[in-house]
């Protein structure tokens, strides 16, 4: 497509309840990110992928912070167990070398 | 102490005005520096890129790297109502692939007409 496409654009969950959000990437781009933007933040880094390769996950907050991207284009980001601290914006951003990176419009993640 | 500060505003001009936007880093390492733009509800747009110390033009933004001083600018000339956004610096140790970005918290903008 031509930009990084992200969804559901908007998502409320239970507390406790498992989540999934998806990122389809600029097709062709190798490299894949997922960072957290809490309200009025700048956005942290969460994980990294290399085509399928989960090369850096670092960033994930908790064993409940699972992310995937098993044929190198489309990745989902998992949360489990979701808690009130979790909410905020995923962005997913794609790159096809270094360099800056596009993003998407984000998932806004609300935990009620 | 953050690795990237960055005044979150709100700052309000006038349209046509010059604006001065800036962060400040501690990580001596940081070589590769990014403006982006992010409107309400949207990801952030790549504005400039730029590698080490110098300025960079592109049209009526002018980023400035001051490496001795730790300290990055945007500026922004004869400012838009459509400018009224937030700008988040963001930067690096390399220009790799797989390399994260560190942000600073982003300033708010808003250009009036």
């Known amino acids: 497509g031509a930009g990084v496409s992200q969804s559901p654009r908007y998502k409320v969950a239970k507390r406790g309840q498992d989540v999934a959000l998806r990122c389809d990437p600029i097709?062709?781009?190798?490299?894949l990110f997922w960072y957290q933007q809490a309200l009025g933040q700048g956005p942290e880094f969460l994980t990294y992928?290399?085509?399928?390769?989960?090369?850096?996950k670092s960033g994930l907050p908790s064993d409940r912070f699972f992310a995937e991207r098993p044929e190198g284009s489309v990745s989902t980001l998992k949360i489990q167990r979701t808690q009130q601290e979790d909410s905020a914006v995923y962005l997913c951003?794609?790159?096809?070398?270094?360099?800056?990176?596009?993003f998407g419009s984000g998932t806004r993640l609300t935990v009620v | 102490q953050k690795e990237v500060e960055q005044d979150p505003g709100p700052l309000s001009v006038p349209e046509g005005a010059i604006v001065s936007l800036n962060c400040t880093y501690s990580?001596?390492?940081?070589?590769?520096f990014m403006w982006y733009r992010q409107y309400s509800r949207k990801g952030p747009e790549l504005l400039m890129y730029t590698y080490s110390s110098g300025n960079k033009e592109d049209g009526r933004f002018t980023a400035q790297v001051d490496k001795s001083s730790k300290y990055i600018s945007l500026f922004i000339r004869d400012s838009q109502p459509s400018d009224s956004a937030t700008y988040l610096c963001a930067m690096s140790a390399t220009g790799q692939a797989g390399t994260a970005l560190i942000f600073g918290k982003g300033t708010t903008l808003s250009v009036s007409s």
């Open positions: 990580n001596s390492a940081f070589q590769y």
């Open positions: 992928f290399q085509n399928e390769a989960q090369l850096d």
């Open positions: 097709s062709g781009h190798v490299s």
């Open positions: 951003a794609s790159s096809f070398s270094g360099g800056g990176y596009t």
